[in-house]
């Protein structure tokens, strides 16, 4: 056989069961399914084997970005991706970089501007966004919801701009127009902490120091009614555990990834993105 049953699967969004009792004509599958089957297997043959594809990837944890990849590029054949990470820190140098270079495809991270809509605009190959505010708007409106009627500031633990602050400033502002929101970088929240008496919620952005922030509250004795953080990974899992945290949201970055490549690779093909997951204690992965 050409194409392998997993690499079938793969393109097709079908189990290796289902792909191996078609192709065996087995039965009990759906005309429909078995259709999936041949189309993915047709998608494979226009495919060139040989074919080398050289992404970028503009993304805010490169390192994190390129561990999740890695894991999918076996999938990902029979193309050939070459990834190439950029920090989204400066997002209209790295997409001006990338004009000038031989690239096949773009996977862009970050908080969404003019400027930068006009400069993804000139680009001449196919751009897949992943949306971060979905994940702000989603997190002010948890905090929010508990918080209630409660005064009190609400802090967001932000280093740089990755999208989710903007989001989350404007529904929050939406929802609650005389709550005051205060942002800082992690290292500047003891300090604020000492400063401000009145912080009643907390949102960490992303700023991959959600335990630092959580000690600096410990140190400093002050509690918390809400603290809403991002990416399930052992620290975070840890967190809600103890009941340091009251939500943790999460978006499958593997997942993302692979659908991003897979739509540059064959846009006509073209996927949803993941969706945030709110993770709470009572629904955390065993």
Not at 66 to 93: K, M, N, Q, S, Y
Request: glycine letters at 6%; aromatic letters at 4%.
């Amino acid at each position: 056989m050409k194409h392998r049953v997993r690499e079938i699967a793969a393109q097709a969004g079908l189990s290796q069961a289902t792909v191996d009792r078609v192709l065996h004509e087995r039965g009990g599958v759906r005309e429909s399914t078995v259709r999936e089957v041949h189309q993915a297997i047709a998608a494979l043959d226009r495919q060139s084997p040989g074919r080398t594809w050289s992404i970028d990837l503009v993304v805010h944890e490169p390192e994190r970005a390129e561990a999740a990849l890695r894991a999918e590029l076996p999938g990902l054949r029979p193309a050939v991706i070459r990834p190439r990470f950029h920090a989204a820190d400066d997002p209209l140098a790295a997409v001006a970089r990338i004009a000038r270079s031989r690239s096949h495809g773009l996977v862009l991270q970050a908080a969404p501007s003019p400027e930068l809509a006009e400069a993804v605009a000139h680009l001449k190959i196919p751009v897949v966004a992943l949306d971060r505010g979905e994940a702000g708007a989603t997190a002010a409106y948890l905090v929010e919801q508990w918080l209630a009627d409660r005064a009190g500031d609400v802090l967001i633990v932000a280093a740089g701009d990755n999208g989710r602050t903007g989001s989350f400033r404007s529904e929050l502002a939406a929802r609650a127009p005389n709550r005051r929101v205060l942002v800082i970088e992690p290292d500047g929240v003891k300090q604020l902490l000492a400063d401000s008496p009145s912080v009643r919620a907390v949102y960490d952005a992303g700023s991959g120091q959600t335990a630092y922030v959580v000690n600096a509250f410990a140190e400093a004795r002050r509690n918390y009614d809400v603290f809403v953080a991002h990416e399930l990974d052992d620290e975070t899992i840890e967190l809600l555990r103890a009941g340091r945290l009251s939500a943790v949201l999460h978006h499958d970055l593997r997942a993302d990834l692979r659908t991003a490549c897979r739509t540059i690779v064959q846009p006509s093909r073209a996927e949803e993105s993941s969706v945030v997951q709110v993770i709470t204690p009572l629904n955390m992965p065993g």
